[in-house]
C-alpha cells in the first residue's frame, strides 16, 4: 500500500521554464510534507518543507503548494537550472512531535532540465 | 560542521553472511535514523534511535537490527543476508527526531549481496 505517491517517473523541461513535480497521498494523518533532492551514489538533500496548516511555502526558486481537500501537494521551481536536474522525492511525516525520524517516500520523479 | 558521515560506502557480502553498517551523526544530533533504497520498493524506514533506545521501527524482519552509543553514533545490523538486502543504505540524523526540526542524511552505504 503505497501512501505517497509520485506518478510521473520522469519530467523534461528547459532551462527559465518552470518546473512542476506532483505529489499524492493517502493518509489523512499526515500533517508534515517534505521535498528532497537527491544525485546519484548521495543521500538525499533537503530542499522545503511544509505543514498541514498552511497552503503555500516558499524558498527561493522552490514553492510548494499543498491541497489538504485533494491529498495532494506540487513543488514549483522557477526558473529551473540544468543543475536541478536531479532526482526529486516527495515525503510524509505523522505525529508532529513524534514521527521519530519515520518518513514515507514517494517513489521520486526524475528532472532533466535542458540548457 | 561535519555532516553525517557512514561507513563504509561500498560493501559486498555473501548470501548467509552477517553485515554490521556505521553511522556518525552530525554533532549535537540525538536522533539517528535508518533507511533501506532499493529500485523496486523505494526509500524504506527501517527504525530511529535516539539516546540509545530504538523509538520508533518499519515493517522489516528481526534480520534488521541496531544500537546507538553514548555518543550518539549508530550501527544497523543484517544477519543471514539475503540477495534482495541488496540496497543503498542511508542514515539520517536529528536534533530530537522531529520531522519539523529536520532529517539530514548520510551518503550511503552501497551493500550488494552475492
Known amino acids: 500500500d503505497q501512501q505517497v505517491k509520485q506518478n510521473s517517473p520522469s519530467l523534461s523541461v528547459q532551462e527559465g521554464r518552470i518546473s512542476i513535480l506532483n505529489c499524492d497521498y493517502t493518509n489523512s494523518m499526515f500533517d508534515y510534507f517534505l521535498w528532497y533532492k537527491k544525485y546519484p551514489a548521495e543521500g538525499p538533500t533537503f530542499l522545503i518543507s511544509?505543514?498541514?496548516?498552511?497552503d503555500k511555502n516558499e524558498d527561493g526558486r522552490f514553492t510548494v503548494f499543498l491541497n489538504k481537500s485533494a491529498k495532494h501537494l506540487s513543488l514549483h521551481i522557477v526558473p529551473s537550472q540544468p543543475g536541478d536536474s536531479a532526482v526529486y522525492f516527495c515525503?510524509?511525516?505523522?505525529?508532529?512531535?513524534?514521527?521519530?525520524?519515520?518518513?514515507?517516500f514517494g517513489q521520486g520523479t526524475i528532472l532533466t532540465v535542458h540548457p | 560542521k561535519a555532516g553525517v558521515t557512514q561507513t563504509p560506502r561500498y560493501l559486498i557480502k555473501t548470501r548467509g553472511q552477517q553485515v554490521t553498517l556505521s553511522c556518525s551523526p552530525i554533532s549535537g544530533h540525538r536522533s539517528v535514523s535508518w533507511y533501506q533504497q532499493t529500485p523496486g520498493q523505494g526509500l524504506q524506514f527501517l527504525f530511529e534511535y535516539f539516546s540509545e533506545t530504538q523509538r520508533n521501527k518499519g515493517n522489516f524482519p528481526g534480520r534488521f537490527s541496531g544500537r546507538q552509543f553514548s555518543n550518539s553514533r549508530s550501527e544497523m545490523n543484517v544477519s543471514t543476508l539475503e540477495l534482495g538486502d541488496s540496497a543503498l543504505y542511508l542514515c539520517a540524523s536529528s536534533p530530537a527526531g522531529r520531522v519539523d526540526y529536520g532529517y539530514t542524511f548520510g551518503s550511503g552505504t552501497r551493500l550488494t549481496v552475492v
Open positions: 515525503a510524509a511525516s505523522e505525529g508532529g512531535g513524534t514521527s521519530y525520524g519515520k518518513l514515507t
Open positions: 511544509i505543514s498541514s496548516i498552511k
